[in-house]
């Protein structure tokens, strides 16, 4: 079985509660939903890899004090959930601990794999942000399927997010548990390149804080300091 793959690579962490930590991403093409305005995703390069070949070169960047954790990001990894099935357990095998990166939108994806990851990271999806599609019931859903686990929001906003869209996103996790930790981040570039003010991300700091316990906003680390 092969997957198709973007890249594989050494890196620090530049998001989320791990951020900082020295990680090995697999970084899977594809995307169910490819329409968000700030996407800096390139779908058009990957190989087509298999199992094999995926350890072999994960093992070539790691060597014998290489990184613990591994990520399996995108793209949307679990458009592959099937080659995901095949590779988690070899690199768990690897005493590597498992972080999934996600949209959080193919809760049934997850369900076939959610035993073989230690962290999920999922993203909630503003409408405007994609195109005007609604992912409500998908990320209520995702979250419903990670219950019991280790798992995080990322939400993305920007000058021109909108307000009512915001606390939908919030009431949304906030039922599945005001204990999952939020990171708010605030888009720094992408396809159209629009940003926020302070005072915007102030006040959707303030709406997140009243539903949700931890809230942190969360620069994207890696391009701050200008690593992959
Ligand atoms: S979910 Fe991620 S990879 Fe897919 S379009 Fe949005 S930002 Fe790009």
């Given at each position: 079985?092969?997957?198709?793959?973007?890249?594989?690579?050494?890196?620090?962490?530049?998001?989320?509660?791990?951020?900082?930590?020295?990680t090995?991403?697999?970084?899977?093409?594809?995307c169910?939903?490819?329409?968000c305005?700030?996407?800096?995703?390139?779908?058009?390069?990957?190989?087509?890899?298999?199992?094999?070949?995926?350890?072999?070169?994960?093992?070539?960047?790691?060597?014998?004090?290489g990184p613990?954790?591994?990520?399996?990001?995108?793209?949307?990894?679990?458009?592959?959930?099937?080659f995901?099935k095949?590779?988690?357990?070899?690199?768990?095998?690897?005493?590597?601990?498992?972080?999934?990166?996600?949209?959080?939108?193919?809760?049934?994806?997850?369900?076939?794999?959610?035993?073989?990851v230690?962290?999920?990271?999922?993203?909630?999806?503003?409408?405007g942000?994609v195109?005007?599609?609604e992912?409500?019931?998908?990320?209520r859903?995702?979250l419903?399927?990670?219950?019991?686990?280790?798992?995080?929001?990322?939400?993305?906003?920007?000058?021109?997010?909108?307000?009512?869209?915001?606390?939908?996103?919030?009431?949304?996790?906030?039922?599945?548990?005001?204990?999952?930790?939020?990171?708010?981040?605030?888009?720094v570039?992408?396809?159209?390149?629009?940003?926020?003010?302070?005072?915007?991300?102030d006040?959707?700091?303030?709406?997140?804080?009243?539903?949700?316990?931890?809230?942190t906003?969360?620069?994207?680390?890696?391009?701050?300091?200008?690593?992959?």
């Amino acid at each position: 079985m092969k997957a198709r793959v973007a890249d594989i690579f050494r890196s620090i962490q530049g998001e989320g509660p791990y951020t900082g930590r020295d990680t090995l991403f697999v970084r899977f093409a594809g995307c169910n939903i490819g329409t968000c305005r700030y996407c800096d995703t390139d779908f058009k390069s990957y190989r087509e890899m298999d199992v094999r070949e995926v350890l072999s070169e994960a093992g070539r960047l790691s060597g014998a004090a290489g990184p613990r954790m591994a990520s399996v990001t995108g793209g949307e990894p679990l458009m592959q959930d099937g080659f995901l099935k095949a590779l988690l357990p070899e690199l768990r095998r690897r005493d590597m601990r498992l972080l999934l990166e996600t949209n959080g939108t193919l809760p049934e994806r997850l369900s076939g794999i959610r035993d073989m990851v230690d962290v999920v990271s999922m993203d909630i999806k503003l409408p405007g942000s994609v195109g005007g599609v609604e992912l409500w019931e998908e990320h209520r859903r995702f979250l419903a399927a990670c219950a019991g686990k280790e798992v995080y929001v990322k939400l993305v906003v920007d000058e021109r997010s909108d307000e009512r869209e915001f606390r939908t996103a919030i009431g949304l996790l906030g039922d599945a548990g005001p204990s999952v930790p939020l990171f708010l981040q605030p888009a720094v570039n992408g396809t159209e390149g629009v940003g926020i003010s302070l005072a915007a991300l102030d006040r959707f700091y303030k709406v997140a804080r009243s539903y949700v316990r931890s809230v942190t906003v969360s620069t994207q680390m890696h391009k701050v300091v200008g690593v992959a």
